[in-house]
């Protein structure tokens, strides 16, 4: 059996901007794949390329086994997209706006009705489907943009950040749903820079960092190659780099620690490694404390995924995120966008 989505080598330029550099990855009939990075690490570019909305610059791009690039067209009725952002006529009802999205996907009239029920069942419509899209919810929208990726029953539904914005209740309905997909026999793809949510929901998950995948595999086979207990400690704020430097060659010293990484976006904040013990964290204070480094806060984990992004690039998806914003160049974003 062909796999359901098949990314080879993929890149993507805009203008002197590298959005996908080298991404590869592969996600099988049937399960939830997610894609886990910071913003700007070239996700969005991947996904429009998988569903026909920007042509690569090279790579291969299969859909069940159909080329993306030489049969847009057939490869298109095999894929369902939900964007980040959609902005629904706000005049139409929610069952009007399906029916637009049916005749678009030239579903005969009869098949259109029966399906434009049937999403509106599965995710909780029915008694919304008649009121105009304006006087909708965050979450009743978002909602609504999946029935309308559902319609024309894709083989691979494709999500890019489906839960950005909203609040807790309406995500946990969202993933509700997308398990119950899966349960069906639905391929989902999912895009997110939420940990929790990939962690969650994916079956597998592919980490891409400044367009390239830097690690695949499931969340827990991940999270086992890191190893140990997570500490993460904060020392006193002033001369930051010096007192880092200080604490990493003292805490390298302890006998149960594998590894401490400095984060690259604050100084004085370091994240260890460790066998893990019952007195990792006692001994850690004391031994700081008696170099007169004293520590503001301190925490102890199992790993995350936040571990294992952190463990390949030397920084946390949040040192990632804060980095994307500080040299963000909004006119490459927006021609991007108008591409």
Known sequence: MAPAVLIQNLQKHYGTVVAVKDVSFQVEPGEIFGLLGPNGAGKTTTLRALCTLTTPDAGKIEVSGISVLDNPKLARQRLGYVAQEVAPDKVLTGRELLQLQAALYHLPKAIAKQRIDTVLNLLGLQEYANKKTGTYSGGL???????????????????????????????????????????????????????????????????????????????????????????????????????????????????????????????????????????????????????????????????????????????????????????????????????
């Open 141 to 339: 929208r978002k909602r609504l943009d999946l029935a309308a990726g559902l319609l024309h029953a894709p083989d691979v539904l494709v999500l890019d950040e489906p839960t950005v914005g909203l609040d807790i209740e309406s995500r946990f309905v969202v993933w509700d749903f997308l398990r119950k997909l899966r349960a069906s026999g639905t391929t989902v793809v999912i895009t997110s820079h939420y940990l929790e949510e990939i962690d969650a929901l994916a079956d597998r998950v592919a980490i891409i960092d400044r367009g390239v995948v830097i690690a695949a595999g499931t969340p827990s086979q991940l999270k086992d190659q890191v190893g140990g207990d997570r500490i993460t400690l904060r020392i006193r704020e002033f001369s930051p780099s010096e007192e880092a430097e200080k604490a990493k060659d003292l805490l390298q010293a302890l006998p149960f620690v594998q590894e401490v990484i400095i984060n690259s976006a604050q100084g004085n904040s370091l994240n260890l490694v460790v066998t893990p013990q019952n007195d990792a964290l006692i001994t850690i204070q004391q031994a700081l404390n008696a170099a007169n480094l004293p520590i503001f806060g301190i925490a102890q984990s199992r790993p995350s995924l936040d571990d294992v992004y952190l463990a390949a690039t030397g920084r946390t998806l949040m040192d990632a995120e804060l980095a994307a914003v500080a040299t963000r160049d909004p006119k490459a974003e927006k021609k991007q966008n108008m591409r």
